[in-house]
């Protein structure tokens, strides 16, 4: 991997200028090889900065971090300029939230990351036998996305592509229940969400389906290898929306959002996401993912007749089942109190916080070892499970480029796309349209990361 020069100093104008489209990074930091780790990760007595969303750790959590670990944690609300502005005076916060499947390669290749190996190597929580697979959305090795040293952890994870289904708008509508174990295709999928969207005076009332993401550009990302292929070229320095599976899925995509059966940049949710819709009966299908069953079960006049079906497939191409966030926390280089924020890491990914998070069913917990505290007491719970175990062995990380943020290649797409939703442009030419404006901000990226 290529390593920044270590010590050299992280300027504002040099963070800034690694900066694609506004996210967060920097060039200039200790290098993960030079990192020495003591014997010692107590931290006991200490403070830790932690840059997270005000649903990441609750006061609550706060407070039982100081009851167990006798560690305070200070925490900073998120925000890419304030976390910028830390970085560059030289006072990073200790642990940064960040989303693994498109967060890590971006940061690591801007050598701001710790890479925490040594920290594993030691552990007694977190020991490497017993992390899910989905982990590895946070290695990166100078390259690829996938493998080499870790940075992060994910706190829980979804495979994303997965949907819901109400059982009771599908009844209403007389339309057939997708398989729960074999998957429907894509073309299956939006037409059974024309079929069960419901409209009146011009207003729809009932989604029939919500086909997202997490985020477009990774959705479209995993939409293409589903085909068969790869949005990114080799080196991850280029996009080509052009290729016969990018075609096929940057289509579908514009299909759904052209057939106004579910939310999109020109039918917005006024919920803003689909859990509040899904639990009004307004929303026929999500593809939510696992996750979405902490709010279901809560609701037991909803939760008996909801269900979880595999993520479908492109007639003729290949069965992925992505997990498209992978949210969890990265540790800054040059953080100055590393020992004691391992000490947290260790605590909130393995201990008491990530036994709580496992039995509410937001997520699947990124230890194999507490699968057992999956929510199963109930008939529709165990049906739940017994999808999701299935669909697991589906499971693979899709590489995501170093090059650019996903929020500088939304903001391309959401410029240029709606045309193309909207009927007013055809998918051939929002597939050249696409390649000229990301090409552009990815062949910056390139040359900014070197």
Same mark, same amino acid.
């Given at each position: ?10 300027? $504002? *104008? ?6 694609? &489209? ?20 107590? =931290? ?18 706060? +407070?039982?971090?100081?009851?167990? !670990? ?60 017993? !992390? ?6 946070? *290695?990166?090795?100078? $390259? ?7 940075? &992060? ?15 009771? @708008?599908?009844? /209403? ?46 959705? !479209?990302?995993? @939409? ?15 996009? /080509? ?59 037991? +006049?909803?939760?008996?007749?909801? $269900? ?13 089942? %992505? ?19 391992? *000490? ?20 699947? %917990? ?8 999956? %929510? ?6 165990? $049906? ?27 903001? !391309?797409?959401?410029?240029?796309? %709606?045309?193309?939703?909207? =009927? ?21 990226? +390139?040359?900014?990361?070197?």
């Amino acid at each position: 991997m290529r390593r920044p020069h270590v010590g050299a100093p992280l300027s $504002r *104008r040099r963070f800034l200028s690694l900066s694609a &489209g506004g996210a967060a990074a920097g060039a200039a930091a200790l290098s993960g090889c030079a990192m020495q780790v003591s014997n010692s990760v107590g =931290g006991s007595g200490e403070t830790v900065t932690v840059m997270a969303k005000a649903d990441d750790i609750s006061p609550e959590l706060i +407070k039982q971090a100081r009851s167990d !670990l006798g560690i305070r944690i200070n925490t900073v609300l998120f925000s890419t300029s304030k976390l910028i502005a830390m970085m560059t005076n030289g006072n990073p916060p200790d642990l940064v939230r960040g989303i693994g499947a498109v967060d890590a390669p971006y940061y690591a290749a801007r050598g701001v990351m710790e890479d925490l190996d040594p920290y594993f190597a030691k552990s007694s929580v977190l020991k490497l036998d017993d !992390l899910d697979p989905v982990n590895d959305l946070w *290695r990166y090795d100078g $390259r690829i996305q996938g493998r080499g040293p870790r940075y &992060g952890m994910a706190k829980d994870f979804s495979q994303d592509s997965m949907f819901w289904y109400n059982t009771g @708008l599908f009844d /209403d509508a007389g339309v057939d229940y997708p398989s729960e174990l074999e998957p429907v295709t894509y073309e299956e999928w939006l037409d059974k969400a024309e079929r069960l969207t419901r409209r009146k005076s011009g207003q729809t009332t009932v989604f029939g389906g919500s086909y997202n993401g997490v985020s477009t550009p990774n959705l !479209l990302a995993s @939409l293409t290898v589903a085909a068969g292929g790869s949005l990114f070229t080799d080196d991850f320095s280029r996009v /080509d929306f052009t290729a016969p599976e990018a075609r096929k899925a940057l289509g579908w995509y514009i299909d759904y959002c052209r057939t106004k059966v579910g939310p999109s940049i020109i039918q917005p949710d006024p919920n803003t996401w689909d859990g509040p819709t899904f639990q009004a009966n307004r929303m026929a299908m999500s593809n939510s993912g696992y996750w979405l069953g902490g709010l279901i079960n809560a609701d037991k +006049k909803l939760a008996p007749l909801s $269900r979880l079906a595999p993520a479908p497939v492109f007639e003729g191409g290949t069965r992925v089942s %992505p997990c498209q966030a992978g949210t969890g926390f990265w540790m800054p280089s040059k953080s100055h109190n590393k020992d004691a924020a391992w *000490r947290v890491f260790e605590w909130f990914f393995g201990e008491a916080p990530a036994k709580a998070r496992a039995s509410g069913g937001w997520g699947i %917990p990124t230890l194999k070892s507490l699968r057992p505290l999956m %929510p199963a007491q109930e008939d529709y719970q165990q $049906r739940v499970l017994k999808v999701q175990e299935a669909e697991l062995k589906h499971y693979s990380v899709i590489a995501f480029t170093p090059y650019a943020s996903a929020d500088s290649l939304l903001g !391309l797409f959401n410029q240029i796309a %709606p045309a193309a939703m909207n =009927g007013d442009m055809s998918v051939n030419v929002l597939a050249r349209r696409l390649n000229s404006a990301m090409n552009e901000q990815l062949k910056r990226g +390139k040359e900014q990361v070197g």
